[in-house]
């Protein structure tokens, strides 16, 4: 015998079927039982735009068939959680201007775990694989062997010279980290080439080659934009510092290097010309050498990272330049590119066929605290 509740059973799973069935052969039935009708029925009218744009208005994007080939590379972007806005800024450019043909990888850091939405919003960026990663304690914190009165006793002096960073302790973190610890992380170990991003920069031009094939096979390791000189107070002692290490190690040096890009007087002085490592592409193999490991654990030896402010820049710049060939170091000429408060803008045709959107009077290269005319004396 039926009772009351099994025919109400029976009579909404006939209904729920029905539903189904319209659903699937009616596609006006579907639209106009949906859920979000019914909620607006509910809710009373809505303004148009909650409709949407129908459908017919789109034209979907193309997908760009894979290049044919590509070298082993990624994308490094160190940010914090906080840096989203920013970093999103710049991811977005780099895919619409770059990455959206060539389909590299990214890499991002953080000495901090990164929440789950800052995962899911730069996700949603580039179809290009992802990943994130923890950075170790002992590759970010100030080391204990660090004398801390020491180092206290340099930050308040820098403040009180009014040297930009001169008091963080997390800026000196970033500085030591980039210049020898980046490359270690264990998401980079299976990468040769990298192409450091950071928030917030612009990217003038479209980059129709791929720039990371060039420096394969053209033999480079390393590649700037904007070449400057170094806020002397940050770095007193680290020539006096790398000429030590020279001393005790002068066959680590290559016949053909670029040192008159960072001395005028043969290695007796630094001059303070420095790539702008904010924006870099490079070869980790090189960071990776034995030189390279050699020069870098002496000078973080020094302390000089937290004695005083020594700069990624500098660390980079000098190392490039005394145990790369000189031809091993490329400027790209044709990557338009600002980080506040410098551009590198290309000039003539190159504005032209990049498509660029920066003013080309507004360009570093030859001001005169550009260091590109020493960089074009190499050759």
Known sequence: MMTP?????????ILISLHYILTITHEEYGKATSVSRLTNYIQGPQPPYKEGVPE??????????????????????LV????????????????????RKFQYPYVFLNDKPFTENFKKYISQLTDAPVEFGLIPPEH????????????????????RQNVIYGGSIPYRNMCRFNSGFFYKQELLQKYRYYW????????????????????????KVYGFTLSLYEYEATILTLWPSVKEFLKENPDLLPADNALSFISDDDGVTYNRCHFWSNF??????????????????????????????????????????????????????????????????PQGDLHKNGKCWCDPGSNFDYEWYSCLHRYDKLF
């Open 196 to 219: 450091r991003v950071e928030p917030d920069v612009k990217y003038f031009c479209d980059i129709d080659y791929d720039p990371f094939l060039l420096m394969e096979d053209q033999n």
């Open 280 to 345: 870099e592409i490079g070869d980790m193999d090189f960071w990776r050498s034995e030189a390279y490991t050699k020069f870098f654990d002496y000078l973080d030896s020094k302390g000089g990272f937290y004695y005083e402010r020594w700069g990624d820049a500098p660390v980079h710049s000098i190392g490039a330049a005394l145990f790369a060939n000189k031809s091993q170091i490329h400027f790209f000429n044709d990557i338009g590119y600002r980080h506040e408060p410098f551009q590198h803008c």
């Open 56 to 77: 017919q208005y789109y034209k979907p994007s193309v997908s760009l068939p894979p290049p044919e080939r590509k070298a082993n590379a990624t994308f490094v972007m």
């Open 80 to 99: 914090r959680n906080t840096d989203g806005p920013g970093i999103m800024n710049s991811m977005k450019q780099i895919e619409d201007r770059f990455n």
């Open 5 to 13: 509740t099994r025919y109400i059973v029976l009579v909404l799973t």
């Open 140 to 159: 970010w914190k100030q080391p204990e062997w660090i004398d801390e009165k020491k180092a206290t006793a340099a930050r308040e002096d820098m403040m």
